[in-house]
């Protein structure tokens, strides 16, 4: 019997993902039993017709996948040696503590825990700027549902980082959970920021986030491209 697939992605384009599977075999799956579901970005996610799905594998099992999500939980454990310098912030705190994160001209960037997609992420190079984010324009992000909204992480900024064709960027990660076993996909795809990097113009998200966008290097694999 043949395997199948059902991919619903926000990332991978069909061609993307056909040319990976059927070569391989797989066919796209035609009913509500596939043997792979997969779904990303908070839409697929929440698209109640995949409800009634059955499947083999999926990439969706239980809340426990959500420690690996939250950053707060990955500031405790990775070693410090592959994480920036990061503190853990609660809007409950005396903000003042932290004036001397700055000394030395350093930048910082502030991310919700729970965040996802870019959501809510600044980077600030001065007290004046931590603080105003903090007392006032947290008030203003929308938050697309995250209701933790208090817990924050603050992690050192890189001002020299490496590029892609001259953007910021970062890869996303692939693996599988089979009891005690882990796997992981050793192609990894690249995503970029809007624009082009440059050490300044630190509000600038298009810039200084590489989260995906419809104007980001899209679709791009390492090691492949």
Known sequence: MYKTYLIASKYLTDEKVDNYFKPKGWKKAKNKEPTLLYLDSIDNIGDKKFYSYHSFIKNLTGESKHLLTDK?????MLPPKYLMKTFLYDTKENIDDYKDLFKGNKKWILKPAKGREGIGIRTVKNFEELKDHFQNKIKRINFKGIKERNKWVIQEYIDDPMLYENRKFHFRVYFLIVGKEIYYFSRYMI????????????????????????KSIRNRMFPDD
Do not use: G, M, P, Q
């Open 72 to 76: 707060s939980n990955l500031a405790l």
């Open 191 to 214: 995503y970029t920021a809007d624009e082009e990097y440059k050490n300044e113009d630190y509000a600038n998200v298009k810039i200084h986030d590489s989260h995906y966008s419809l």
